[in-house]
């Protein structure tokens, strides 16, 4: 005899900020709904992560009732992008946090049980959607199921199969904050397959997050994928000091969001990295994620009121695509474009130059902003006028 199975109305796999704002999505539009928030790990647990919390993502989580997770961590108002000699340093339109994700995706999660969402340690080793629910693992009936399980998304692969999608390597530690890298995002621009940076994000609290990462090679590439020790050395070229003096080594793969986004009709919904977006211009995900999640949660509270859960999938396609469609198009074609390092440092010069050019590149890496005519004639002066290159940046202090 098979057992019974256990019904709720929103299963979501993953409590990564994808899927607690999945929750809290849901129970801001319905606090009644039995929300079952599922995830392999106990919480808090570590995460690969530059730790960089874009201002967007607090925007989003305001939202749904949580914009003031990191209100106790010193924010960071300046930037400084290089690439050799190449250098723009200067104050960001709006601060960022850099908070770590131990800290950040349990507090997440445990605003999604305040509001309601039951949470189990539990690894989901299958989903399957049939005609008049989505079986989980076997035992469990949930009528909508949203998968932000991340980056290896099995869910993912179930539905789409797999899909020629790029991805990069990174590897984060965290290093005591010296003077040069005080107050500020640090990104160093290196010399192998591009996009390839190293970063130093300052806590705020004598640590900064330092880390380096690189695109992987394509699968007709037969370039090996880097390995750890190539990841730190690399590190340790573009920030000095950051790598011998780190610790807390942990690497990641992150799937880089291509031209268009991928979603099945269907009562499964994909998020963050499961739904394979992270811009491909920065690595940063944690936007993508809590604000599809929160779409993902509404939609199935809506399609669950409407009495039409299969319905969700089509749903969401739609809503993702009108929220971050163009922008995708948008930083696809930035990331194409800057895996040449010309164009790079072309970007790093119109961003010294002029102000608003600085501003969208931060938009187009942070959240979702386009490239708009000012920042391609920035780009094209700076692609013709490369005699700029030793100028010293421009960008006035606060
Ligand atoms: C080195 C590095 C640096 C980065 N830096 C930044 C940055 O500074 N800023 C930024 O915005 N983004 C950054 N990113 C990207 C960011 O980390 C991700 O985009 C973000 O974590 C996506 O959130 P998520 O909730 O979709 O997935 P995750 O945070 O990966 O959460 C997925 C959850 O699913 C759980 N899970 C997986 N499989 C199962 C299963 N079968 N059953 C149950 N649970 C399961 C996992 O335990 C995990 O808790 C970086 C990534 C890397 C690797």
Redesign the pocket.
Known sequence: MTAPLEEWDLVV???????SSAALGALARDPDLRVLL????DFP?D????????PHVLDALAEVGAGDVVDDWTPLHRLELSRGTTTVEGPMRREVHVVPREVF?ARLVERAVAAGAVLRR???GSVADGPDHVTVSGTIAARVVVA????HS?IRTGLLGRRRQPRAL???GYAPTTPELAGRQVIRYGERRQPSYAWA?DRGDGLANV?Y?ELLPGENDRREAPSRRLLLEQLEILIPGTASTGSGWL????PLSGWRWHQPDGAVLL????AGL?NPMT???????VATGIAAGRTAADCLAAGRPEASGARHRRDVRRMLGTHLKHTWTASRLSRSPVVVEAGIRAASRDRHAFDTLVELGLGDGRIDARLATGLLRGLVRRSDVHRPPMMETP
Not at 47 to 54: H, Q
Not at 148 to 151: F, V
């Open positions: 796999v993953g409590a990564g900020p994808a899927g599922l995830d392999r790990s647990r995460k690969s992560c530059g730790d960089g919390i874009a995706d539990h690894r989901v932000a399980d991340g980056a099995a990174a590897i984060r994000f880390g990462g690497g990641h793969h992150l998020v963050g990295d499961a992270v690595g940063e995900g944690i936007y993508y994620a």
